[in-house]
C-alpha cells in the first residue's frame, strides 16, 4: 500500500486558517486520499476525501498537488474543537485504509 | 449521516476470558467492515477485513484464531477475543462506508478492553 507521510506535529492560533501538509509520493493512479481526525478515546471521524480536483466542504478543503504526489487539508478557522490527531490515508486496493502516524494539532486561544 | 454503533465502549475482563463487542451500521447496510486496534499513543492498525456471510481477511501478525469475527448479516459484525490476556488490552474500532461511497468511511466509538 502507498504510504504518507505528516509532521509529527503542529500548532495553531485560534480563528486562523490552518494548513496541514501530506506527501504520498507512491500514489497509484486510482488511490483516493482521505483525511480523518481523531479525538482522544474515540473512533476516527471523516473530514474529507478527493481523487485529483481540489475538494470543499463545510469542515475543510482539500488541496491536491497536479501531480498528486501532495496533498493539503485546510481548516479555514482553526477552533479548540479541531485540536485532534489528524490522518492523512490513501484508499488503496480493497477499499481498505492504512493508517500512518498522523498529526497532531494544538490550537492555542 | 452514516452511523456506526459499537458496543460496549469498555469493558473489563479476566485473564483467559472471551469478549465479544459489536459493531453496527444503524442506517445502512455494509457488507465489508473493518476492524482495527489501537495501543496507546499510536495509530489504528487493521486487524482483519469483515465480509459478509463469508470469511474474515486478516492481517499479517493477526491470529485467526484469537480473534473470532463473524459477519453475519448486513448490518452486524462482531469481533471475539478469545482467551483474553493482558497485552490484548486496547481501543479496538470498527469502520464500514455507507454506498455509494460519497463520503468516507465512518467509524464507531471504539471498544477499551482492559484484561485483568
Known amino acids: 500500500d502507498a504510504k504518507t507521510t505528516q509532521p509529527n506535529s503542529m500548532e495553531s492560533n485560534e480563528e486562523e486558517p490552518v494548513h496541514l501538509p501530506c506527501n504520498h509520493s507512491?500514489?497509484?493512479?486510482?488511490?483516493?486520499i482521505h483525511w480523518y481526525r481523531q479525538l482522544p478515546s474515540q473512533g476516527p471521524e471523516y473530514v474529507i476525501h478527493g481523487l485529483t480536483s481540489n475538494v470543499n466542504n463545510r469542515m475543510a478543503s482539500l488541496a491536491i498537488a497536479e501531480d498528486r504526489k501532495s496533498s493539503t487539508l485546510i481548516l479555514h478557522r482553526a477552533t479548540l474543537r479541531d485540536a485532534a490527531v489528524y490522518y492523512c490515508i490513501l484508499e488503496g486496493a480493497g477499499n481498505m485504509l492504512t493508517f500512518g502516524g498522523g498529526t497532531r494539532l494544538m490550537v492555542k486561544p | 449521516g452514516a452511523v456506526v454503533s459499537q458496543h460496549p465502549s469498555r469493558v473489563i475482563c479476566k485473564s483467559g476470558t472471551s469478549v465479544k463487542i459489536e459493531c453496527r451500521s444503524l442506517d445502512f447496510q455494509a457488507t465489508t467492515m473493518f476492524w482495527y486496534r489501537q495501543f496507546p499513543k499510536q495509530s489504528l492498525m487493521l486487524m482483519a477485513t469483515s465480509n459478509e456471510g463469508s470469511k474474515a481477511t486478516y492481517e499479517q501478525g493477526v491470529e485467526k484464531d484469537k480473534f473470532l469475527i463473524n459477519h453475519a448479516s448486513l448490518t452486524l459484525s462482531t469481533l471475539t477475543v478469545t482467551s483474553a490476556h493482558p497485552e490484548d488490552s486496547s481501543f479496538y474500532i470498527c469502520?464500514?462506508?455507507?454506498?455509494?461511497?460519497?463520503?468516507?468511511?465512518?467509524f464507531g466509538s471504539g471498544t477499551r478492553l482492559t484484561v485483568v
Open positions: 469502520s464500514a462506508r455507507d454506498p455509494p461511497y460519497t463520503y468516507g468511511y465512518t
Open positions: 507512491t500514489i497509484s493512479g486510482t488511490d483516493y
